[in-house]
């Protein structure tokens, strides 16, 4: 008598239910990151966090699109902002520039100075004042 043969125990796994986790994933991480990549709105005059990253050289574009570097009083033309920061960057360790930019500024003028930055490779950091505590 051989009863033991009968019924066989297949011990292979069913991988169906495994690739459509898998794809259900690759749809949901495809979905989220169309969604991040969009971003959102952000209002940069104000901030409440601090940054840990310090620069010694910082732009700052007035509300009359006048640029400005180190705090001089005295405005720098657009042309001659490039050859400057190379040179004052340079000197710097760590090439960090530091934009304090007017909030009535157009927006075009900030992205064109950090377009700047990144085709020299510095890192930017924008700066904001303190939002007041309500």
């Not at 794809?23 to 991040?36: A, D, E, P």
């Not at 050289?57 to 007035?62: A, E, F, K, P, R």
């Not at 927006?107 to 085709?119: D, F, P, R």
């Amino acid at each position: 008598m051989n009863l033991g043969q009968r019924n066989k125990v297949s011990v292979t796994g069913n991988m169906s239910s495994m690739t459509d986790l898998v794809f259900l994933l690759l749809i949901f991480f495809v979905i989220l990151s169309t969604l991040v990549s969009n971003g959102v709105n952000v209002d940069l005059p104000t901030s409440k966090g601090t940054t840990s990253v310090t620069s010694r050289l910082t732009v700052s574009i007035q509300e009359d699109g006048s640029y400005h570097l180190n705090g001089e009083v005295r405005p720098i033309s657009r042309t001659d902002l490039e050859p400057k920061l190379k040179l004052e960057m340079d000197k710097q360790a760590e090439k960090v520039l530091y934009l304090q930019v007017d909030k009535n500024v157009p927006t075009g003028q900030t992205v064109e100075l950090i377009g700047m930055a990144k085709a020299n490779q510095w890192k930017v950091m924008l700066g904001s004042n303190p939002a007041s505590a309500k």
